[in-house]
């Protein structure tokens, strides 16, 4: 059963203090890892696409890497406006939907 | 990427009744879909819409209960029906950019609570 686990559900940070969120997935076959940001009363807003193991993109503080399985959202020197749930989804082989993660909740603490 | 939009951003309903929520893209996209989303739950996909065709139903999601149309390339409704409390959650409407493997874009989403 394809599966995708995000860790931790929850993540305290100060202002400046650099940390990772992590995704594991096991998944019968990737065709695309996704990173989305929600804000409270927001949908999902799209951060990045990985398709394949050794890959990394980049945005601003974010930096989103990919191995066989697992992927990390690093965020360094976060600011209060990253603040916001992030949710990993995947998108298997075949015609089978995207499954998504539960998300981490992240509180930037000026 | 296109602008896609929701109506309402939230309803209170009373239990036996129905909602229609519309979802409206600014530009032609062949695949729409319909998630629900309850708090510390995973986005659930509930049906995928394509126009031309009848909707694809997840496991669990039933077309006489969450009834879709998608009458044209930018515009897809989802109707909940007869509602029960177990109906309150957040209702999404995404559209993916080209192949299967390109990502979902979401609107702000529809919070609906039932009494």
């Known amino acids: 059963e394809d599966q995708v686990t995000q860790s931790p559900e929850a993540l305290r940070l100060q202002e400046g203090e650099s940390s990772s969120l992590n995704c594991s997935y096991t998944?019968?076959?990737?065709?695309?890892l996704f990173w989305y940001r929600q804000d409270p009363g927001k949908g999902p807003e799209f951060l990045f696409t990985?398709?394949?193991a050794g890959e990394e993109k980049e945005k601003e503080r974010l930096k989103a890497t990919l191995t066989k399985k697992e992927s990390f959202l690093h965020i360094t020197a976060p600011k209060p406006e990253d603040s916001a749930t992030y949710l990993c989804?995947?998108?298997?082989?075949?015609?089978?939907?995207?499954?998504f993660g539960k998300g981490t909740r992240l509180s930037v603490i000026a | 990427s296109a602008v896609i939009s929701q109506k309402p951003s939230r309803d209170i309903c009373q239990r036996g009744t129905s909602l229609t929520i519309q979802c409206q893209v600014d530009?032609?996209?062949?695949?729409m879909f319909w998630y629900r989303q309850q708090p510390g739950q995973s986005l659930t996909l509930i049906a995928t819409?394509?126009?031309?065709?009848?909707?694809?139903?997840e496991s669990g999601f039933v077309i006489d209960k969450f009834p879709i149309s998608r009458p044209n390339l930018t515009f897809s409704t989802l109707t909940v029906s007869n509602m029960s409390p177990e109906d309150s959650s957040i209702y999404l409407c995404s559209y993916q950019e080209g192949a299967g493997n390109q990502p979902q874009h979401f609107g702000d989403g529809t919070r609906l609570s039932i009494l």
């Open positions: 530009s032609q996209v062949t695949m």
């Open positions: 998944v019968s076959g990737l065709r695309g």
């Open positions: 989804a995947v998108q298997p082989s075949g015609n089978t939907p995207l499954v």
């Open positions: 819409a394509n126009q031309g065709s009848e909707a694809t139903y």
């Open positions: 990985l398709y394949s």
